[in-house]
């Protein structure tokens, strides 16, 4: 079973950016669908973005669409969130995901994994 750490949240101001990483311990390619998902205190869990592995397919939550960017680094197993534009509604413990990647990144398509990032997006 593939483990993932997240890394590089922080406090940030809003319209800032941050650079979330997901360190993989074997290869991303072997899971069929990457991503993220977050979860604010007292709030549903909600789908981020992801990657379908097969197809190479990205899909973003509207909520974040024009602000987030997916990426993967193959070599390094480790994928990405690049975060722009930040609000404070972003404010959520950031995880890891693996599942399935379909459009709008519906939360149960994803499992969460590990301890998670915390974004916390305050002036």
């Known amino acids: 079973q593939v483990q993932f750490v997240e890394s590089g949240g922080g406090l940030v101001q809003p319209g800032g950016s941050l650079r979330l990483s997901c360190q993989a311990s074997?290869?991303?390619?072997?899971?069929?669908?990457i991503g993220w998902v977050r979860q604010a205190p007292g709030k549903e869990r909600e789908g981020v973005s992801c990657i379908d592995i097969t197809y190479d397919e990205t899909y973003y939550a509207t909520s974040v669409e024009g602000r987030f960017t997916i990426s993967r680094d193959n070599a390094k197993n480790t994928f990405y969130l690049q975060m722009s534009d930040l609000k404070p509604e972003d404010t959520a413990v950031y995880y890891c995901a693996t599942g399935y990647c379909v459009p709008y990144v519906p939360p149960d398509a994803l499992k969460p994994w590990g301890n998670g990032t915390l974004v916390t997006v305050s002036s």
């Open positions: 074997r290869s991303i390619l072997a899971v069929d669908g």
